[in-house]
Structures are given as C-alpha cells and as structure tokens.
C-alpha cells in the first residue's frame, strides 16, 4: 500500500499530542438553514482519558457546538469498583458521584455536581447527552454470600464441567454509602445467573449459579429455571456471560429496578439517550421491553424519542439486521462491518485487494442507513483495547469523509482522534490534525440529494447538495 499511502503523506505529518482541549472553532456563525443541521455524535473520552473529565468537556463545549458536535456520548459515569475505575466496572448505577462508596464520593469523571454543571451547559449550547449505560454486569460485592453454582466451559457455556456446589462470591450488593435513596434495591445471588471468582476456593473461574437443588440433588426443570438467558449471542454456545457478576433478567427485581433507572436518568438526571455496553450479552427480550419503557417513560414527560444506541458487535452484518429489527422502539448499533472494511482496506499489502467500490458492502448502513452509527475508531477499537481494529493512519481522512460527508448512518467521531490518545501506545490527534474541517464540512455543506460515482477500483466520489 506504499504507493497509495504516499499519495496522502503530506496530510499525516506526525504532531505532537496537546495533553489540553486545543481546538478553534469557526470564527462566524453558520448561516441559516431550512433544514435541521446534520447531526454528529462526538465519543467524548478515549481509554485513557485522565480524571476529572468532566470540567475538561464542560470547558470545551463551545468548541464542540462550533464544530458541529449535535450529541456527546460520555463515559459510564457510575459508581465503579474503585476510584479510578472508567466505570465499566459498575458497582452502583444509582451513585453519579454522589456518595462515598468505593474509596470516594466522585466518580473518576467527576462528583455529581461537575456532572450537572456539564449537561447544563451542554443544553444551553443544545448538544445532547448519550449517556453509556453498563447493564450488563456489577462487580465488587459488599460482602459474600453463599449460593448454588456449576462451573461451564469457557468456549462453550453450554457444557458444564463439574457438579454442582456451594460457593461463596462478591455478589451481595447493600449499598452502604447511598443507603435507599433512589432505589431500594439490595442486591443478592438470585439477581445474578454468573460470576468468576468463589472466595471460598479462592478460584477463577465461569460459575452459573443455578436453583438450589432439593434433598435429592435434583435441580428444577422446565422454563424457569435459573440458566443463562436463551435469547444472546451464539458465540461461545451462549455469550449472555462476559465477565464480573452477570444480572440475570429473568428475575423480576432486577429487571424492574434497571427499568426503573432508564427512566430516572431520562427524567430526573436529564439524558437525551443512552449507549447501551455489551448489549451482545443481554437478551433480546430485555433490550426490547428496555428500550420501549424509556421510550414510554419520555412521552409521558412530553419528551420526544430517546436516542439509543446498543454495542452489539459483530462483523455479521445479517445479526446486526435482526437485532435492531427486534428490538425496535428506535434502536440503533454500530456499524461493526463497515469499520471492518475501512480496516482491510487501509492494511492492504497489495493494490490487487483494493478495491474502494466494495467499501459499504455487507455494512448496516447499506441495509438499514436509519439504523446505523458510523465510526471509525471507539474507546473499544483503539490499539491495544479489546476490539482493537486498527485503520491506517493515512487511510484515516478517507474514512472520516465516508462516514462524515455522506447522507446514510449518524456518524461518530472519536475523542482520540480528534484530540489524541495516551497510554502505552499513544498517538496523536487524527488526520494530520484536519479532522475539524471535515466535521466543519459536514456541519455546513452536506446537505440536498447525493450521487455516487462509485465507479473506479482506487478512487471513489460523489455530490451531495
């Protein structure tokens, strides 16, 4: 690929990462317009992003909105494990940085206070607030409790490896910091169908816990008893479990109370939607019945639609069609697919695999454009992140022009890529440093009717407007 990749070197010149929130907006206005601005989701945190984040982006929404940025998805700002946790360690969804639980009052994004401060004043600039919403799991119990549970194959959680037995995980959840406000709830084994560590034998490992048998060793049968949930992933036979302790939705209490906190941070907290974490490993069942209660929950406030969005990531573009068509109410994913493509193409040894006219083929935003987020880079996909899928660096502008100037999908802009990303292996700021002129063009050009000129292997084009 040298020989494409030198053709945009001059626009990838390497710069030095700015450790700040360093970006000038437009310096007039944007003119009128009879239709609705283009909207463009901002990802307002990369991996790596340092504490107290929350005054940072307060600081630079101005910036944003003179970019275009219609929507900032912020980090899972939840109660977590500890004090640095990014929250994708959820121990309490109904602490904000409110109370001392977990070695401090604030989240590492901030208190609560910062985190109102914030959505203020995001609302006064009119930028909405997707807030990612970690329903999947809880880690770190207040205390131990005993229960039922059978450890599974990791690569098939269909098969169980041992008899079952008691064990002794972190999996009661009394809340001592926050007490009963907001929630009642005071969680316990029944309120889980998974965890990875018994204290009691002081192993690792993928424990179902399962009904307690009775005085024979016999274990319920039929529909209700406790198993994963059936409506998941097939990966690993069954993927409802990915890691900590796995809520069990099938069981009343915890479903009401996740129900319960949807509509307090639309109504209370002040949301515009929700990015919904690993909702690969929820059930179908569930993410549907969720999304239409919150839905339900805005237009009794008078409210238009929530915005959600569920990561369900798959390069199965055919998994990705079912399940928003299954979950409705609105629902939207990543596109998975495209980004995947943007990836091979970008990494291309040999001229002979390039081919830009393929570059939406199998994508989401190709079958269901209303139901597709685009992107190219995400806190999951960045190097050395679970999900890494690399783009090349040059390939980057190219990428960001087919997601950011084109009528389908809502695009998606990276926090990294437009400010830079650190850890172990930082990088910086994104195409050469002209991605805001993109987002700019977006927000003022990419308006009326598009042809596509789709119509040669090594270079593409069209006109919108």
Same mark, same amino acid.
């Given at each position: 690929?040298?020989?494409?990749?030198?053709?945009?070197?001059?626009?990838?010149?390497?710069?030095?990462?700015?450790?700040?929130?360093?970006?000038?907006?437009?310096?007039?206005?944007?003119?009128?317009?009879?239709?609705?601005?283009?909207?463009?989701?901002?990802?307002?945190?990369?991996?790596?992003?340092?504490?107290?984040?929350?005054?940072?982006?307060?600081?630079?929404? !101005?910036?944003?909105?003179?970019?275009? $940025?219609?929507? =900032?998805?912020? *980090? %899972?700002?939840? @109660?977590?494990?500890? &004090?640095? #946790?990014?929250?994708?360690?959820?121990?309490?969804?109904?602490?904000?940085?409110?109370?001392?639980?977990?070695?401090?009052?604030?989240?590492?994004?901030?208190?609560?206070?910062?985190?109102?401060?914030?959505?203020?004043?995001?609302?006064?600039?009119?930028?909405?607030?997707?807030?990612?919403?970690?329903?999947?799991?809880?880690?770190?119990?207040?205390?131990?409790?005993?229960?039922?549970?059978?450890?599974?194959?990791?690569?098939?959680?269909?098969?169980?490896?041992?008899?079952?037995?008691?064990?002794?995980?972190?999996?009661?959840?009394?809340?001592?910091?926050?007490?009963?406000?907001?929630?009642?709830?005071?969680?316990?084994?029944?309120?889980?169908?998974?965890?990875?560590?018994? !204290?009691?034998?002081?192993?690792?490992? $993928?424990?179902? =816990?399962?009904? *307690? %048998?009775?005085? @024979?060793?016999?274990? &319920?049968? #039929?529909?209700?008893?406790?198993?994963?949930?059936?409506?998941?992933?097939?990966?690993?036979?069954?993927?409802?479990?990915?890691?900590?302790?796995?809520?069990?939705?099938?069981?009343?209490?915890?479903?009401?109370?996740?129900?319960?906190?949807?509509?307090?941070?639309?109504?209370?907290?002040?949301?515009?939607?929700?990015?919904?974490?690993?909702?690969?490993?929820?059930?179908?069942?569930?993410?549907?019945?969720?999304?239409?209660?919150?839905?339900?929950?805005?237009?009794?406030?008078?409210?238009?639609?929530?915005?959600?969005?569920?990561?369900?990531?798959?390069?199965?573009?055919?998994?990705?069609?079912?399940?928003?068509?299954?979950?409705?109410?609105?629902?939207?994913?990543?596109?998975?697919?495209?980004?995947?493509?943007?990836?091979?193409?970008?990494?291309?040894?040999?001229?002979?695999?390039?081919?830009?006219?393929?570059?939406?083929?199998?994508?989401?935003?190709?079958?269901?454009?209303?139901?597709?987020?685009?992107?190219?880079?995400?806190?999951?996909?960045?190097?050395?992140?679970?999900?890494?899928?690399?783009?090349?660096?040059?390939?980057?502008?190219?990428?960001?022009?087919?997601?950011?100037?084109?009528?389908?999908?809502?695009?998606?802009?990276?926090?990294?890529?437009?400010?830079?990303?650190?850890?172990?292996?930082?990088?910086?700021?994104?195409?050469?440093?002209?991605?805001?002129?993109?987002?700019?063009?977006?927000?003022?050009?990419?308006?009326?009717?598009?042809?596509?000129?789709?119509?040669?292997?090594?270079?593409?084009?069209?006109?919108?407007?």
């Amino acid at each position: 690929m040298s020989w494409l990749r030198n053709r945009f070197s001059k626009a990838h010149r390497s710069r030095k990462e700015s450790q700040q929130i360093q970006l000038r907006g437009p310096e007039t206005q944007e003119p009128s317009s009879p239709t609705p601005p283009n909207e463009t989701i901002f990802q307002g945190f990369e991996w790596h992003t340092p504490g107290g984040h929350w005054t940072r982006l307060s600081a630079a929404l !101005q910036t944003y909105a003179d970019l275009g $940025i219609t929507s =900032i998805w912020l *980090p %899972p700002g939840c @109660k977590a494990n500890q &004090p640095h #946790g990014n929250g994708y360690d959820c121990y309490d969804l109904w602490d904000l940085g409110e109370f001392d639980q977990k070695g401090a009052r604030s989240t590492k994004w901030g208190s609560r206070e910062e985190l109102r401060d914030l959505m203020q004043r995001a609302r006064s600039l009119g930028i909405a607030i997707i807030w990612d919403a970690v329903l999947n799991h809880k880690t770190a119990g207040d205390t131990t409790e005993e229960c039922w549970a059978v450890e599974v194959d990791p690569t098939d959680r269909r098969i169980e490896t041992t008899k079952p037995r008691k064990i002794e995980p972190w999996i009661h959840y009394s809340f001592p910091g926050r007490g009963d406000k907001y929630s009642s709830l005071k969680w316990h084994w029944q309120h889980f169908n998974g965890t990875d560590w018994d !204290q009691r034998a002081e192993r690792h490992a $993928i424990y179902k =816990i399962i009904d *307690p %048998p009775d005085a @024979k060793g016999r274990r &319920p049968t #039929g529909s209700h008893r406790k198993d994963w949930a059936p409506d998941v992933d097939g990966e690993n036979g069954n993927f409802d479990y990915l890691m900590f302790s796995n809520i069990d939705y099938s069981n009343a209490e915890a479903r009401q109370d996740v129900l319960n906190w949807g509509a307090w941070m639309l109504n209370d907290v002040g949301v515009s939607g929700f990015r919904l974490d690993a909702f690969k490993h929820v059930s179908w069942h569930f993410a549907r019945e969720w999304a239409a209660h919150v839905q339900a929950a805005a237009r009794q406030r008078g409210r238009g639609d929530v915005f959600i969005v569920g990561e369900y990531w798959t390069g199965e573009l055919a998994k990705l069609v079912r399940w928003v068509d299954h979950v409705g109410h609105g629902a939207r994913t990543y596109d998975a697919p495209l980004l995947n493509n943007f990836s091979a193409l970008s990494l291309a040894r040999r001229p002979s695999a390039l081919d830009l006219r393929r570059v939406y083929r199998d994508t989401l935003v190709a079958a269901r454009p209303r139901a597709a987020v685009t992107m190219v880079t995400s806190h999951d996909t960045q190097p050395g992140q679970t999900m890494e899928t690399l783009v090349a660096p040059f390939f980057k502008p190219l990428a960001y022009a087919l997601v950011l100037l084109r009528r389908d999908g809502l695009p998606c802009v990276f926090y990294g890529d437009l400010h830079g990303t650190r850890g172990p292996r930082a990088e910086p700021p994104a195409c050469g440093g002209k991605l805001p002129v993109l987002l700019l063009a977006r927000a003022r050009f990419a308006y009326g009717d598009q042809t596509d000129y789709f119509d040669a292997r090594h270079c593409v084009g069209w006109v919108i407007g």
